[in-house]
């Protein structure tokens, strides 16, 4: 029998930001904060010998370093985050992951204290 498998991972972080594009006056305009939650996962099959998809360590350490990147900032200040949506959020953290770990395929990024979260696919996963 075949299977499709998929890992997960989280991390966290808080930072602020503000939507630069957003006409004067409205709310997202001024600078504020949110606390994220972001999951990023891996597919692939596992290897025959270790039986994983990934060293979820390795995985562990390339999310950490991410983190650190993002907390405590503000994320408009760092290149590519300069209109900082969860969209972009989550576009720039897929991006960077990727090029880090083989076989990502989904980041989802939550702003879980108020219900939002966006997900980023990989084109045909």
Do not use: Q
């Amino acid at each position: 029998m075949a299977y499709d498998i998929e890992i997960t991972k989280e991390f966290r972080f808080d930072a602020a930001h503000c939507l630069p594009n957003m006409p004067d006056g409205h709310m997202y305009r001024r600078l504020h904060g949110h606390s994220f939650r972001v999951e990023v996962s891996l597919d692939g099959a596992p290897d025959p010998k270790l039986g994983w998809i990934a060293d979820f360590s390795e995985v562990d350490r390339v999310l950490a370093g991410l983190a650190a990147e993002l907390d405590h900032t503000t994320l408009n200040e760092i290149p590519g985050l300069e209109n900082p949506t969860l969209e972009v959020i989550g576009t720039w953290i897929f991006e960077r992951a990727a090029e880090r770990l083989s076989g990502v395929v989904r980041v989802t990024i939550h702003r879980d204290s108020i219900g939002e979260r966006c997900t980023i696919r990989r084109r045909g996963a």
